[in-house]
């Protein structure tokens, strides 16, 4: 099995920053893309930014030039530097990863918990 463990969520005023990580554990044999998503209340969950195995990233426009994903494949860890936050950006953020737990078999996808991010002053 495998676990992601988000943190570093919490309140924040408008303008600031928050960092969040997200480890992954458990039987990996690899991990391919990793991201993160968010889910306000009555919205749709969200793909905020995404990462590749090789360094690739992609956000959405929403996030473009505030938000950095990153990730340590030594530690199995990605992460959500978000900066410039807005009330808007306020939701739970949810941490996926494609992950082989067997040798030649296809990447499934894991989630994490959730952490809550709320930008208010």
């Known amino acids: 099995q495998v676990q992601l463990v988000e943190s570093g969520g919490g309140l924040v005023q408008p303008g600031g920053s928050l960092r969040l990580s997200c480890v992954a554990s458990?039987?990996?044999?690899?991990?391919?893309?990793m991201g993160w998503y968010r889910q306000a209340p009555g919205n749709q969950r969200e793909l905020v930014a995404g990462?590749?195995?090789?360094?690739?990233?992609n956000y959405a426009d929403s996030v473009k030039g505030r938000f950095t994903i990153s990730r340590d494949n030594a530690k199995n860890t990605v992460y959500l530097q978000m900066n410039s936050l807005k009330p808007e950006d306020t939701a739970v953020y949810y941490c996926?990863?494609?992950?082989?737990?067997?040798?030649?078999?296809?990447?499934?996808?894991?989630w994490g918990q959730g952490t809550q991010v709320t930008v208010s002053s």
């Open positions: 996926n990863a494609r992950v082989v737990v067997r040798r030649l078999d296809p990447a499934d996808a894991y």
């Open positions: 458990g039987s990996i044999v690899s991990i391919n893309a």
């Open positions: 990462i590749g195995s090789g360094g690739t990233t």
